[in-house]
């Protein structure tokens, strides 16, 4: 199992995928924070609610981003057929699909870190310059690294679970983006009282930042644990019932 | 045409080292079926420690869903296949009993030879050591640093060959080897083959290439429309003079285009 985990996480190090994926949610985050931060009038950027609406760009990219190499760990294996001998040296696919889980949600975490970081540190100073008072106290500086770490690192083995079901690399990263950016702002929108119970909700509640709109930290935190637990699971027996492509 | 060997292996040849009696390799009534089509059709054949054994028929004829089914890759829809005398998941440490190659292109273009190699190694809990020598021996260590996309046909084949090496395996399983291989590297490749079951160890290898299968295998095993059309030693298949692809034509119904 270590020897499997070690190279699984080896695989995530030795492609420049990854490092371009993180470059590129590091661009957006930068982008989108300072357009928010930097253009938005003063008096839109005064309330609570409006600078959460600054912050939480990082927590959905980097959920986004998690979501993404967590589902490339095994579309991006089907795709280039190294999952062919992936499964010749290691033929118990179970083991196999557990590493991928741990690891997809390390590497998830260590995205999310970053993007709510980023977030957090370059909107405030962006606030800061505008000379708008930052309304967050410390409890919030707290809970939002936590919850981008945590909403990430569940977010890895829920893309791995839909890339495994999936299959298809293109079909599963669109999938998963236009879920995110997508599906669920207009069910936020149109039908608030299910929107809040969807993944990409249930990942934003986990930083505390929006408790109107959203569920309690605690119980976003556990029911994308659910989601997460649903999805790999359901991949992990569909790739271990079907035959490898 | 000569019958395959129909006994059932028992326990004991479970850790046969490859050089001695029973087969290694076991298909019975193995059978693979895709919606209407029947890939492979009550397969039944046994492979014997130490031989280099050639794996015939068209394109289409089930050779690769075989090789699959015998690598665990595929389940069958009926019959069984298994490899010393287990069903491969289910051996121990399959890295360091079997080598397979079936694609020649299983790589991540973004990756580099020595890293794939690594990948696989740690996951099999093979020394780094390992990973270079069997660079080395494939005369990848020049280029092992490079990204896979920028090597040719041939330097993948060969890179496919070191990571089925890497566990020093007792059975070699090779789907078409020689595909993109210069004349001098198809000459390696058969010297190579030879030297590794004259160390009682087994191959199996599909191939189109009749010519350069006559020269390089033991055993035949012919099949066409995942059907049995032969299986015995090439001197059984070859006498009364006839040459190999003379008798492959009139098996598999190919003799003209």
């Known amino acids: 199992m270590s020897g499997q985990l070690s190279a699984e996480l080896l695989k995530h190090r030795t492609t420049f995928t990854n490092p371009e994926l993180f470059l590129a949610m590091l661009g957006l985050v930068l982008l989108a924070v300072l357009l928010h931060g930097l253009a938005l009038p003063v008096d839109r950027l005064a309330s609570a609610s409006d600078q959460v609406q600054v912050f939480r760009f990082g927590l959905l990219l980097g959920v986004l981003f998690a979501g993404l190499v967590g589902a490339m760990s095994i579309t991006g294996e089907i795709r280039h057929g190294t999952i062919r001998p992936t499964f010749l040296f290691a033929p118990r696919r179970g083991r196999v699909m557990a590493s991928k889980i741990v690891a997809g949600g390390l590497v998830g975490a260590v995205f999310g870190l970053v993007a709510v970081g980023v977030a957090v540190g370059v909107g405030s100073a962006a606030l800061a310059a505008r000379g708008t008072p930052i309304t967050l106290d410390g409890g919030d500086y707290t809970l939002l690294p936590i919850g981008g770490i945590t909403a990430a690192a569940l977010w890895g083995p829920l893309g791995l679970g839909i890339g495994a079901l999936l299959r298809n690399q293109v079909a599963t990263l669109t999938a998963i983006f236009l879920w995110l950016f997508v599906i669920e702002n207009l069910l936020i929108d149109f039908v608030p009282a299910a929107g809040k119970f969807a993944p990409g909700a249930a990942a934003a509640a986990i930083t505390g930042l929006d408790p109107d709109r959203l569920l309690a930290p605690a119980v976003g935190a556990l029911l994308l644990a659910g989601y997460a637990a649903a999805a790999a699971t359901a991949g992990t027996l569909a790739t271990l019932r079907r035959d490898v492509p | ?257």
Request: aromatic share 4%; no cysteine.
């Open chain 2, 1 to 257: 045409m000569a019958s395959s060997v129909d006994e059932r292996p028992s326990p004991s040849l479970a850790r046969t080292d490859g050089s001695v009696g029973g087969p290694v390799v076991v298909a019975s009534s193995l059978s693979k079926r895709f919606g209407d089509l029947l890939a492979v059709d009550e397969l039944t054949f046994a492979l014997r420690g130490g031989t280099v054994t050639g794996f015939l028929g068209p394109n289409g004829a089930g050779k690769t869903t075989t090789l699959r089914l015998l690598l665990g890759l595929a389940r069958p829809t009926a019959g069984e296949a298994l490899v010393f005398g287990r069903r491969y998941r289910e051996l121990d440490d399959p890295a360091r009993r079997v080598g397979a190659v079936l694609e020649s292109n299983d790589f991540h273009p973004g990756r580099s030879g020595r890293d794939h190699l690594r990948m696989l190694a740690v996951a099999a809990g093979i020394s780094r050591a390992r990973v270079e020598e069997m660079l080395e021996l494939v005369e990848l260590e020049r280029v092992a640093g490079r990204q896979v996309k920028t090597y040719s046909l041939g330097m993948r084949q060969r890179l496919g060959l070191a990571a089925a090496l890497l566990g020093d395996p007792e059975l070699l399983i090779l789907d078409e080897p020689a595909n993109g291989l210069d004349p001098a590297g198809v000459q390696w490749l058969r010297r190579f083959l030879r030297a590794f079951a004259e160390r009682g160890r087994t191959v199996l290898v599909s191939s189109h290439i009749l010519a350069e299968v006559a020269q390089t295998v033991d055993e035949i095993v012919i099949i066409d429309r995942g059907r049995l059309r032969a299986s015995g030693t090439l001197a059984q298949l070859t006498e009364r003079g006839r040459t190999l692809e003379e008798v492959y034509l009139e098996l598999t119904g190919g003799a003209g285009l």
